[in-house]
């Protein structure tokens, strides 16, 4: 064992070694991999995700703005039959910007 920085002691042995160049490899691979998606979602303002190696989750922060309709509980239809709701408009879905107008 040879003693590295502050005394503490680095095994430099070929399980070690092979492990590093495998894990360095790998993170090579995924810069490669995700390097032009995660351009193009950092350009739009997007949440990624890292959770592991060679997986990448892109979320628009966006979609924390929406909320259910309150009205049509998300189903995006009023009291008669085939019509919209009046509050979302049929879509099921307010944003939390812009608040709704009441007919």
Do not use: K, Y
């Given at each position: 064992m040879r003693q590295g920085i502050h005394g503490i002691g680095v095994?430099?042995?070929?399980?070690?070694?092979?492990?590093?160049?495998?894990?360095?490899?790998?993170?090579?691979?995924?810069g490669k991999v995700f390097g032009e998606p995660d351009a193009f979602a950092w350009v739009q303002g997007w949440q990624i995700g890292r959770g592991r190696l060679l997986r990448r989750t892109y979320r628009d922060a966006?979609?924390?703005?929406?909320?259910?309709?309150?009205?049509?509980?998300?189903?995006?239809?009023g009291g008669g039959a085939g019509t919209g709701c009046s509050l979302c408009d049929g879509t099921g879905r307010l944003d939390r910007l812009r608040p709704a107008e009441r007919p």
């Open positions: 095994r430099l042995g070929r399980q070690a070694t092979v492990r590093s160049l495998l894990i360095v490899s790998l993170r090579t691979l995924d966006r979609f924390a703005l929406l909320l259910e309709c309150g009205l049509c509980h998300g189903e995006g239809t």
